[in-house]
């Protein structure tokens, strides 16, 4: 990695565990493993303040945060689009995404073992049926499936709703940004003043 800001997040109130690190995402394949990344989570230090001020409270309620996504190495991002090259599914290049800065966190709250909390789809909006799906072109219904990974959509249960509605408050009120729809995204709002960080095989 360039000599940069960004620092490797390791810390027992945080699981971390990358999704494009596993197979069971919507690519199908081990992506940070396939270019030699691993389940890493690197980010802004600045991010990485922010995620440590949420202790108290994960402390208080007896919760964990999973950490799914983090930096994206832009090679990454690269592969990512090439196995799915749908507009609109990822950031269109790696200047524009906010993980390739090292400015954003894909997460979500657990109980103290680590189960996740009940939210109106999976991190990714992830499901199996979707990734075969989407593996042979039909994106009709994962599209259609995607709705419920907004913040607005209203047809989730009670509890959903609450889990999704508790987690942005408690992002937004420790200096993370929402975007309204992917309710697993945090991200810090000036990124733009944030280079994009290049990885290259080695830290
Ligand atoms: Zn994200």
Avoid at 145 to 171: G, P, S, V, W
Wanted: proline share 4%; aromatic share 12%.
């Amino acid at each position: 990695m360039e000599n940069t800001d960004l620092v490797l997040f390791e810390n027992p109130h945080f699981i971390i565990d990358m999704m494009y690190a596993r197979e069971n995402n919507m690519t199908g394949r081990p992506v940070y493993m396939e270019i030699g990344y691993g389940n890493k989570a690197y980010v802004h230090k600045n991010v990485a303040q922010k995620l440590l001020s949420l202790i108290p409270v994960l402390e208080e309620k007896q919760y964990k945060m999973r950490i799914c996504d983090a930096y994206r190495p832009p090679i990454a991002h690269q592969k990512l689009l090439e196995i799915i090259p749908r507009a609109g599914f990822f950031a269109a290049t790696p200047m524009r995404s906010n993980h390739c800065h090292g400015t954003a966190v894909d997460v979500c709250l657990t109980d103290i073992n680590g189960n996740n909390l009940d939210y109106p789809t999976q991190i990714d909006a992830y499901e199996d049926k979707y990734r075969k799906q989407v593996a042979d072109g039909n994106f009709d219904e994962f599209f259609v499936h995607l709705k419920k990974a907004r913040h607005d959509y209203t047809e989730a249960t009670d509890l959903q709703i609450e889990n999704r509605d508790f987690l942005k408050k408690l992002m937004e009120s420790h200096g993370f940004s929402s975007i309204e729809h992917e309710w697993w995204h945090y991200n810090i709002s000036d990124f733009a003043n944030y280079p994009m960080v290049q990885w290259e095989n080695e830290l």
